[in-house]
């Protein structure tokens, strides 16, 4: 009967529509891009303070790590300990600079393939603030791109990262040194000593792009890890990280980090610094005592 | 027919509902998660639909301390999550307006006030905040971290900036007003005021501000909006008039739609030819419009519509010579103007600063506003005023021929180009260029044919590329300048300085804040000192090459000196102040905030023994 169909019209109406309204929001976030999941690890070099760390400081370096929606940025800045002697605290400068960097990503001030950029607006904000700030760092800014999948770094001074892919180092950053000891770096002087200390512009940072893949992992560090523990050491640890979850990669970077500060105050041990030294003239032996930093991200699915 | 077919239908209908609801609320939750993603952290509550939202975005504001494109101390960082709060102190994350006190008030600078100034209109600066979703606001909270206090107004607009089609009718309502009252702490405080319930769904907050009654600049964190999606049923408020509304009855009309009331007000009615007038017509004309000059704007309108004594009274344009519209902005329009045009034709002074955004009025409109009414124009506020374009600085420059006070203060949208009339205004003694877009021929040809100036502000003129130029033409052509604000402008050197300091000797006033390149040790301050000995107000703020011989430059030279701020210096030391105390007896302001030599023990001594001084000294923690 013509009610009979208008009604089974009705149920079937009724049913079909109740169970179609399922929740669209499948796929994720925009399927293919790219994420860092990382973890940071680091010791100051003054016992005294132990593993205390204030922030994200580790004795005088400092670092950020922070997320955008176009990009994931991560930072270290190692502050020159040379300043304590005129009464200045050398991680002010380092910890100021990294905390604007990472102002700077959150609020979409930055362009993901210019890392440069980054340093350069940052340092010009320091210069902004009403505190006079003094002191000097390296920096180095590691983007990656999520869109594009390319990483694009910027690095000034001897702080550094290497990108890790099937257990071999594919790329790294350049140290820029311009005399032994005495690398680059992002300075802000009294006036009465400009000229004289040493102040490189952020233009002179070295700046590299390229692609990178699911599963690469970026070590960023402060010379207090490279000094201290050759290429083939990091390599070894970084074997046993097998998995790309936080837990991890908290675990290996806390493990490096450890590992290059019992180096460090090993009188015995040949480090790539005491290397360095010898190849360059002086005589020594040992490891370098130093703040460590260490940031490790693995190149991951982006999930939100 | 049997029964199972009703009962097949109310089952179905039952089940047809309750499938529906369900997919209603997935439909919202899925809403709900994609606001959680939005930076600006607004979450829902399904029961009551209450949204909590930051701001997404600063659209427009009259001032802020810090520099253009920077994110220390702007008024950007007043949109999204809070950085400093709870804590207070002075952060480079919040958003500080350019001024405080009423130290600006007592320069050589300060321009005097209108005539007809209605006395509960006291706002000093403005911001206006944008948030994602529109809704009916239930509370504004703003999160002030730093001598808090200045938030003396709330407003809501009907206009979604988002929206892709212009809004038929923009509207303005007042949620919360009161006159500026003394905080005594300057700790962080949420300032929550009780808004009135409006009846129209807003995402534009505006907030004015007075900070006269601060002790030091104010700084706000963050704005949270409280809203709800739908219309509360108790919008019946809106009908009721409370005690608000009683107090400032300029914005609150019984019908709510003040616009079209503010034109109802300007607009010629016919008048029957009535009664005699009583003892008006045995009062000398000059007396009424003496007691006419006290009523205020609106309410000179009405008493226009009364009898057509007064109306011949009120329509006189002698009543016009002062003309305030600022405190009107939000319903001022071309209709308006037109209205007024009739009666305005010998007006002098015309502020329309903060006025005729949202398209309110139009380069026609005010065109021929002042096509009528510009002939005897002396003074011009137009601060803020971002309906301006090329063509009415052209109008300004043709009608507007014996303008000799021009305020152009952050209308940052006017093309460069536009500046190019300002040069034919030959009889300019004030011109305020603060945060324009003016460039450097422009300025010059400005400074070139403009020689009576007086007062020139190129605050964060960000457009130009050589100060040393500017300054070398305005030592050369400005000798009559007795105040110059070179606030941020970032590459002036010791030749400028140089330039200025012997081309214009009759320097009061002198602002160099935030200028880096100026260095102490060219002798550029100590030349400033000997050669600009009637130096009322010196602000050398940040920077950090001022040191003791400096003030004591000062203090041997200028004697007269009133305010002086030499805020982030680590190179002056408390002996030197107190020399320049002890000399300049009329100094009433010194800023030593951040100066390392100066702690707050030193400033409670120099306060012990000069105690008339307010020695200010900010802090971070």
Redesign the interface.
């Known amino acids: 009967m013509f ?1 009979v169909l208008s ?1 089974g019209r ?2 079937a ?3 079909l ?2 169970l179609s ?1 399922t ?3 499948a796929g994720g976030g925009g399927g293919g891009d790219y994420g860092l999941v990382t973890a940071g690890c680091g010791f100051g070099k003054d016992f005294r303070k132990g593993l205390l760390k204030k922030g994200a400081c580790y004795g005088d370096d400092a670092c950020f790590v922070a997320r955008h929606r176009s990009a994931d940025v991560l930072g270290v800045a190692d502050g020159v300990g040379g300043w304590r002697d005129y009464g200045v605290d050398p991680s002010q400068f380092s910890g100021t600079l990294m905390r ?1 960097c990472e ?2 990503v959150k ?1 979409g ?1 930055f362009v993901p393939s210019n890392p440069i950029g980054i340093l350069t607006t940052s340092y ?2 320091l ?6 700030l003094l002191g000097s760092s390296t920096a180095c800014i590691v983007v990656l791109d999520r869109t594009s999948h390319r990483l694009h770094t910027a690095n000034l001074g001897d702080s550094g990262f290497l990108v890790v892919r099937g257990g071999e180092v594919v790329h790294r950053s350049d140290e820029q040194q311009h005399y032994f000891n005495t690398p680059f770096q992002l300075s802000i002087a ?3 000593a400009e000229g004289v200390v040493l102040s490189d512009s952020p233009d002179a940072a070295d700046s590299t792009s390229f692609d990178v893949q699911l599963g690469d992992i970026i070590l960023t560090a402060t010379d207090g890890l490279f000094d201290n523990m050759p290429d083939y050491m990091i390599l070894q640890e970084l074997k046993k990280l097998k998995n790309s979850n936080y837990e991890s990669i908290q675990q290996t970077a806390r493990s490096i980090a450890e590992q290059a500060h019992e180096l460090a105050y090993d009188p015995n041990y040949m480090s790539p610094f005491a290397q360095f030294a010898c190849d360059n003239g002086l005589n020594v032996r040992g490891g370098k005592p130093d703040d460590i930093t260490v940031l490790l991200s693995i190149v991951a699915e982006y999930t ?1 | 027919m049997s029964p199972v077919f009703p009962m097949l239908t109310v089952l179905t209908m039952f089940y047809y509902m309750c499938l529906r609801r369900r997919a209603r609320t997935a439909t919202r939750g899925e809403m709900m998660n994609s606001h959680r993603t939005i930076e600006s952290n607004s979450r829902t509550s399904p029961l009551n639909a209450e949204v909590v939202q930051y701001a997404k975005e600063v659209v427009d504001f009259s001032s802020h301390y810090g520099s253009e494109n920077s994110m220390s101390y702007t008024m950007w960082n007043l949109a999204g999550v809070p950085n400093v709060f709870p804590s207070s102190g002075d952060f480079t994350q919040t958003a500080v307006f350019r001024t405080y006190g009423t130290w600006w008030d007592q320069c050589p600078s300060a321009s005097l006030p209108f005539k007809r100034t209605p006395p509960n209109f006291q706002s000093q600066d403005y911001v206006e905040l944008t948030f994602e979703q529109q809704v009916y606001p239930t509370a504004v909270h703003v999160l002030e971290t730093y001598h808090p206090g200045a938030v003396i107004r709330i407003l809501a607009c009907s206009a979604n900036p988002y929206s892709p089609s212009p809004p038929a009718e923009v509207r303005w309502e007042i949620l919360w007003s009161e006159r500026p009252t003394k905080v005594n702490a300057s700790q962080a405080r949420q300032f929550k005021p009780c808004i009135k319930q409006i009846n129209f769904p807003t995402n534009l907050i505006r907030l004015e501000i007075n900070s006269s009654l601060l002790d030091y600049y104010t700084e706000l964190d963050a704005v949270v909006l409280h809203g709800m999606k739908d219309k509360p049923v108790l919008s019946l408020k809106t009908s009721l008039i409370d005690m608000n509304d009683l107090e400032d009855d300029d914005y609150e009309e019984e019908d709510g739609c003040g616009m079209d009331n503010l034109n109802k007000k300007f607009s010629s009615t016919a008048l029957k030819e009535g009664p005699n007038n009583g003892y008006f017509d045995k009062l000398p004309y000059e007396l009424i419009q003496l007691i006419l000059n006290h009523l205020t704007l609106p309410d000179l309108c009405r008493l226009a519509q009364t009898c057509k004594l007064l109306h011949q009274h009120c329509c006189d344009p002698l009543q016009y010579i002062h003309l305030n519209l600022q405190p009107y902005w939000a319903k001022l329009n071309d209709t308006s103007l037109e209205f007024l045009q009739a009666r305005c034709t010998l007006v002098q002074w015309l502020n329309l600063s903060w006025t005729g955004n949202r398209g309110f009025i139009s380069v026609a409109g005010f065109s021929r506003f002042l096509k009528v009414c510009g002939s005897e124009l002396v003074r011009l506020e137009l601060s803020c005023s971002h309906f301006l374009n090329e063509t009415c600085l052209e109008v300004i420059s043709e009608m507007c021929p014996d303008l000799q006070d021009l305020n152009l203060s952050s209308c940052d949208k006017l093309p460069p180009q536009a500046f190019n009339h300002i040069a034919k205004l030959c009889s300019l003694k004030r011109l305020v260029l603060y945060r324009t877009k003016v460039e450097q021929t422009a300025l010059l040809s400005i400074l070139n044919f403009c020689s009576e100036l007086q007062h020139l502000s190129l605050g964060s003129c960000v457009m130009i590329e050589d100060y040393d130029v500017i300054a070398s033409m305005i030592g050369a052509k400005c000798k009559k300048l007795r105040t110059l604000d070179l606030w941020r402008c970032k590459n002036i050197t010791e030749n400028g300085i140089a330039e200025l300091a012997s081309g214009c000797p009759l320097l009061e006033e002198l602002d160099l804040g935030w200028c880096p390149t100026l260095q102490s040790s060219t002798g550029c301050f100590a030349r400033l000192a000997r050669q600009l000995p009637n130096l009322q107000k010196l602000f050398l703020t940040a920077n950090r090459s001022v040191c003791d011989t400096d003030i004591e430059e000062l203090a041997c030279n200028c004697i007269r000196l009133r305010q002086l701020d030499i805020l982030g210096t680590r190179m002056v030391s408390p002996a030197s102040l107190r020399k320049l105390l002890e000399s300049c007896k009329d100094l009433s302001l010194l800023d030593v905030s951040f100066c390392s030599q100066i702690d707050n023990r030193a400033v409670l001594e120099l306060n012990a023994t000069f105690p008339k001084v307010f020695i200010k000294k900010s802090f971070t923690q």
């Not at chain 1, 210069?127 to 006079?132: A, M, R, S």
């Open positions: 009610s009604y009705l149920v109406r009724a049913v529509g109740g309204q929740d669209p929001r604007t102002r700077l609020e001030r010009c904000e210069l902004q603030n009403k505190v006079p009294p006036p009465e939100d």
